[in-house]
């Protein structure tokens, strides 16, 4: 069987500038091809795993980071390395018998790190839903549980493509001294990454928060989502998503809503300069106390506030579940509005009155300024 190896044709009718190189440019050519056919055959078979994957989960959110979406390209770097070694063999290149004895570290280095992604991320997988199933049942704080299981999955994989170098042939003394002078340098280059994981572990040491705590971080309000090494998200109430490296969660006030079970409602209220003191102060504290989430009614506390340019403002302070402070806070409310409209208590708001020259005289006009209330 002729090799391919060499060139088919004679070079005799090409002129002598190309018969010199013209052995070199079949062998690239063959080479290049070579290449084209095992990508296509590799890139089937990394959509035929996905393929077979996804019939698996009833989405793809599900699928993404799952182990047969992790699978796909090492199988498609398995079938490509498969079908060069194939290719230059039955091709007839002379490098084909060391691709041949290459290819059992190939392989088993292709296996740790395969074993490895899987293994890291059925233990992850399986700490945060452990995780989960603690905090929904029996209120089990689950923020150091999902930090570890982000840090042992980086550990299984570290050691694991630590294992495959030397299975490629690399001695251990040798890796361990190259591993730790390119630790070095990607330390000095990524100073700001080393900071956010050193700021997460402080926030899974003293957890100022927890995964499920309504916070205010800088200018942003909203739930903990998720921590991990290195950065920390929040979801805010219409549902975005917003993103702090750690080392800026660490640096910045942090305001914790929901740590104690329950908070306290500081609310203001306007009245006319006539109203009866005693009276107003007497409904606000009824109303408070007759809410069935305000709690501690003996501590439910009203007065009076400030002596305003044209309201007296009421304060009233009662305690609520930290859980429901806004619809306690938007019931009351409601319930004082309707109740001072009972009982005759003015809720004042600011006039203008304004004064137009006509001639000699002047006309007093005064207009409500209705859109801003007490």
Excluded: C
Excluded at 186 to 204: P, R
Excluded at 360 to 371: C, E, I, P, T, Y
């Amino acid at each position: 069987m002729t090799s391919l190896a060499q060139m088919p044709f004679s070079t005799e009718a090409l002129p002598v500038w190309l018969q010199s190189i013209a052995p070199q440019i079949w062998f690239v050519f063959i080479a290049v091809l070579l290449g084209l056919v095992s990508y296509v055959f590799a890139y089937i078979a990394k959509h035929l795993v996905r393929m077979i994957g996804r019939r698996r989960y009833s989405n793809d959110q599900l699928f993404i980071g799952s182990s047969w979406d992790l699978a796909a390209p090492l199988v498609q770097l398995l079938v490509f390395l498969m079908a060069v070694t194939a290719g230059s063999e039955a091709v007839g290149f002379d490098f084909a018998d060391q691709l041949v004895g290459y290819w059992p570290k190939a392989l088993a280095g292709l296996v740790i790190v395969g074993a490895a992604v899987l293994l890291a991320t059925w233990i992850n997988n399986s700490l945060r839903s452990l995780a989960q199933r603690a905090h929904g049942k029996n209120r089990v704080d689950d923020t150091l549980i999902g930090f570890a299981a982000s840090m042992i999955r980086y550990a299984i994989l570290g050691v694991a493509i630590i294992m495959a170098m030397i299975q490629f042939g690399f001695a251990p003394g040798s890796l361990i001294a190259i591993v730790g002078a390119v630790g070095l340098a990607i330390a000095l280059a990524l100073q700001d990454t080393l900071k956010a994981v050193a700021a997460g572990f402080m926030i899974a040491a003293f957890r100022p928060f927890r995964i499920g705590d309504w916070v205010r971080i800088a200018d942003e309000e909203g739930e903990i989502a998720q921590i991990t090494p290195f950065n920390t998200t929040i979801k805010q109430v219409d549902n975005k998503v917003v993103l702090y490296s750690n080392d800026q969660v660490w640096g910045s006030p942090i305001v914790n809503f929901t740590r104690h079970l329950r908070r306290r409602l500081d609310l203001y209220y306007g009245v006319h300069y006539d109203t009866d003191l005693d009276q107003a102060l007497e409904v606000l504290k009824a109303i408070a106390n007759q809410h069935p989430l305000v709690t501690m009614n003996d501590e439910t506390w009203v007065g009076v506030h400030e002596l305003g340019d044209w309201a007296i403002t009421l304060r009233l302070r009662a305690w609520v579940p930290t859980r429901e402070f806004v619809q306690v806070r938007a019931d009351i409310t409601k319930s004082v509005k309707q109740e001072f409209d009972k009982v005759g208590i003015e809720i004042p708001y600011p006039h203008q009155v304004e004064y137009v020259r006509e001639g000699l005289g002047l006309k007093r006009q005064a207009n409500d300024v209705s859109d801003e209330t007490g």
